[in-house]
């Protein structure tokens, strides 16, 4: 069993600047080692610790897919320490990678349903990674209809603008962006997360809920998914916690008995509701 | 019959076993007793627990992980050479035994293999020793814990007051009690009874209550006096919670892990200032939860083996035995 310690050597291959702001950046990495390439077998869902020898290792999730082969996509916002240098990183410089760690999105659950993706803001990473997994050509066949609800502030904190546009025009999806306020020169929908889901969605009864953004969207569309129809138990989201190890040992990001690394960040609202509230 | 050798000739054994082994004693060393390398000037500590539980042999306070380089657009890193030696604890409390079940769980489990505590695991033998009375704080007893039996040892030695005996439980333990046997004789022994406990604690049915208390106002009152020191995860033989960090000089540095601790704020802060845990009364709920709840429910065990250290060393004399009588208590 290899040392879970241990890192993937990555180059930077690209920087990808997401927002006016200049905060919110996409990192592609590559191996340096290509038989790594085979050894980072990952789902959508799942997350890294990235770092910076001598500055420090932090959790994302994976934004990219595995059918993109050969590389990792992180989406990060500047928030503390560590994502402050990593935001001074240019290209070609090389860091170091754990994972994948932590569970996935419920795959093998959704295969054969509708599925209804609702993001908000900068958390729409993994969901990103799911939408390019469910969207391959040799895996579209084993899911429903995809519906996908993505809100912004306004307009430029948009990820993956091109990715997005492109997605508009597929007939295989359905995509429902909002922006919080009206502004000029935007045609697609207004207001938050919420109600534009409760306005947009008719689910199958047996379709199942991914959600992930901010707290406060969180909180609100709940209600909303479970007007809907949704059961806990069909509602999914992916949680955030302060890790270290990122294998279920290092002891701080445990909600009860669970470990957010390790038995997360993927729990399910029925799983959510067995837990203390203390995230 | 057991194997038996007169407590004042116990040296020579250790002795003896320090030609194969780095041979761990109790022992005080500057003022605090702890498991310390044996030579023949130690000043065993044999009447009673060591104060510093063995966890840092297995898990040491500071920790090399790896070794790396990082140059402009370079990095290399570098395995660090694994330690051979084999190594022996003599004097193990049937608690700090419990205790490595515990850690064997967190770091052995679960589909990954903490590589650095199962080498050390796996080179050192174990030589239990019983007890002959309780110490004020000792609770064990109450814990599951048999004072006089460790479990997981490969020989049981017994204080036998001015003897100790010894009996092997594994096949290590009897290729190591045959290196030893020329200084042993063979008598017929009663193992003394073992005294009073002056603490206990009732925890049945603990774990399953505080499934409904996360919400109970007693955790508000519990923390009230807690200054969030530390002290009592740093002396607690089960807790292993860890913080990862790098030393670097120049383009050279090492990968460390360190112990931490759930009583301090930083631990749980995440960078956009967002805390799970920003209060005493979350992190003092959470330490006492993971021990009687979260943790059996995880790994099926409690996560406290009643050795007492933290009731002796907390400032403010918060008492685990009397938190598990609060909560017995609670409506």
Known sequence: MPNPYLPYEMRIEKITEENPENDLKTFILSFLNEQDIERFKYLPGQFGEVGIMGVGEAPFGIASAPCERGILKFSVKRMGFFTKCLHQAEAGDIVSLRGPLGNSWPLEKLKGKDVVIIGGGFAFTTLRSLVRYIIEPENRSDFGQIDIVYGNREPGQILYKEEFKEWLTREDINLYLSIDREVPGWDKYVGFVPEITEKVINPSVTAIALVCGPPVMIKYTLPVLQNLGFTPDRIYTSLEMKMKCGIGMCGRCNIGSKYVCKDGPVFSMAELEQLPPEY | ?331
Not at chain 2, 159 to 183: P, V, W
Not at chain 2, 229 to 245: E, L, W
């Open chain 2, 1 to 331: 019959m057991m194997k038996i050798i007169a407590k004042e000739r116990l040296p020579e054994v250790l002795q003896l076993l320090a030609k194969d082994y780095n041979v761990l004693v109790p022992a005080k060393f500057e003022g605090v007793s702890r498991f310390t390398p044996y030579s023949a000037d130690v000043e065993l500590a044999l009447e009673e627990n060591v104060l510093m539980p063995p966890k840092d042999i297995f898990f040491p306070q500071t920790e090399k992980m790896y070794k790396f380089k990082a140059k402009d657009k370079s990095l290399e890193i570098e395995e660090l050479p694994v330690e051979k030696e084999e190594q022996l604890i003599f004097g193990i409390r049937s608690c700090d035994l419990k205790s490595l079940e515990c850690l064997d769980q967190v770091f052995l489990t679960k589909g990954y293999v903490d590589h650095f505590y199962k080498d050390k695991r796996d080179r050192t033998a174990l030589i239990a020793l019983s007890c002959l009375q309780p110490q004020e704080a000792c609770f064990c007893g109450s814990m599951g814990v048999d004072p006089q039996n460790g479990v997981g040892a490969d020989i049981q030695a017994y204080d036998l007051k001015d003897k100790i005996g010894f009996k092997a439980i594994s096949a290590k333990g009897q290729e190591i009690l045959e290196k030893i046997s020329g200084l042993l004789a063979e008598e017929e022994v009663t193992i003394p009874t073992f005294g009073e406990f002056n603490l206990k604690a009732d925890i049945e049915g603990v774990p399953e209550k505080l499934q409904g208390m996360f919400d109970h106002p007693l955790w508000a009152d519990i923390c009230r006096k807690c200054l969030n020191c530390g002290a009592c995860t740093y002396v607690c033989p089960t807790c292993h919670c860890f913080d990862i960090d790098s030393e670097v000089r120049g383009e050279d540095g090492v990968k460390i892990r360190c112990w931490d601790t759930c009583m301090f704020g930083e631990y749980t802060q995440m960078a956009g200032g967002h805390n799970p845990r920003p209060t005493k009364k979350e992190r003092v709920r959470n330490r006492f939860m993971h021990k009687l709840r979260y943790f059996p429910e995880r790994y099926k065990m409690l996560l406290c083996t009643g050795c007492g250290r933290c009731v002796v060393k907390c400032p403010v004399n918060l008492d685990i035995t009397a938190i598990i009588k609060k909560i017995k208590e609670a409506e």
